[in-house]
């Protein structure tokens, strides 16, 4: 079959045709426009250079090499060719390929577009398909690199869970061992864990508090208002704060503390937590307000002409300044072995002043253990002192009746009642306390 050479052309457009000299004699269209350094009469062993097989360019070997696949490649600008060597009637021969691209934009580079190909020639199709593995390999980079990303992230967030939680464990050991309370809320204030100190301080186990916010259990009557709404300020806008504050124990027992509030945010600082830390400075102010009446009470029986000039005054100035809630002075009386009431005070907020008994000895219940003791005396729990309860009954009207030492807190609400009494003689003088709970 003789094809005409437009046909050849259409069929071929990237062939090659050699003469018997070796020399170039003839090149298809599309070669000519990607290589314009071809020339007609150039040596074909100087345009070209050998890829595959490598053995250098012969004449004769070529002609006779009708079943093997050449590559080569153009000396000037390097484009690949993939082709076959076809012997012509002349005595040369006709390279018949096409370009031989490893990526797809080498298409672009070399100028070329799919009309420059022969329709029957599968470069194109290999071409989508090269094209199609690498987008699928570069999706898979991505995809390797996001997920390569991911798992170092994964490891940074492990590492750092793990830090963290050995700090908690350290800040629960040492929450645990210190003797301050340490409270745990969730950003509502519900309380979520408690420390022993937390117990210890104020009655109530974590099982007691769980789920309720701290300060419904702890507050009460003789709470300052003020520092329950500076508290409740601060927390909305979600700021550290210090503040001192009289709480109340499960018993009822009043006791203070100094704390301070720490919100806790996530990264994204979002309130996780709030964290308080409770120091009891209970016996810290006792200590002080009764530095401050012995301060006051020296000044007053210094400036004093007698003793019982400045009784008024004096238990005022002790009851008042050491929170209680009444108080009497009885005096020996001369020549006898009997006292008599010379004073009492009570607090404003007291509905009856305390009435005081006459004629106590020294074999007295009340007054006749501190009296003979020579020293004050304090009594934490009168069920461990129950024949004094009639004196103090005598002392004190609202006490409940009957006497019930073994009653609980509850039967007095949350009123505490403290009577103080000095007795005093030219030769010695004593103090009785009593505390009645």
Known sequence: MNLSPDTFETLFPFHVEVGPNSRISGLGRSIQKTCPDLQIEQAF???????????????????????????????????SLRGQIIPTDEGGFAFLGSP???????LGKRGLTVEDFAIHDPAIDLLHILRAQQMATSDLKKLTEKLRGQRTQLKEANARLI???????????????TDNGVILTDAEGRTQCVNAGFTRLTGYTLDEV?????????????????????IRSQSQERKPFRADILNYHKSGRRYWVAFEVQPLFDDKGELLHFMAIENDTTAQRAAEANRRAQFQVSQLLTQASDFTSVADELLAEIGSGLFWDSGLLWMIRDGDSTMEPVS??????????????????????????AWEKG?????????????????????????????????????LGRSHVRC????????HEHRHNIDYR
């Open 45 to 79: 062993d100087d345009a070209f250079l050998p890829f595959r097989p490598v053995d250098a360019f012969n004449l004769e070997e070529l002609r006779s090499q009708v079943q093997t696949l050449f590559v080569i490649k153009t000396n000037g600008s390097g484009l």
């Open 100 to 106: 031989w691209f490893s990526d797809s934009s080498e």
């Open 163 to 177: 830090e963290q939680e050995a700090e908690q464990r350290r800040l629960a050991l040492i929450a645990e061992r």
């Open 210 to 230: 769980s789920g309720k916010v701290p300060e419904h259990l702890l507050q009460g009557p003789g709470t300052n208002p003020e520092t329950v709404d500076f």
């Open 344 to 369: 009492g005070w009570f607090q404003s907020t007291s509905s009856e002043a305390p009435n005081a008994p006459e004629g106590l000895t020294q074999q007295d219940d009340l007054g006749g253990a």
């Open 375 to 411: 020293e004050a005396i304090w009594i934490e729990e009168l069920d461990q002192m129950a024949p004094l309860h009639p004196r103090i009954k005598q002392l004190h009207p609202r006490l409940p009746n009957p006497p019930g030492f073994t009653r609980k807190r509850a039967t």
């Open 420 to 427: 103080l009494h000095i007795s005093n003689s030219l030769e």
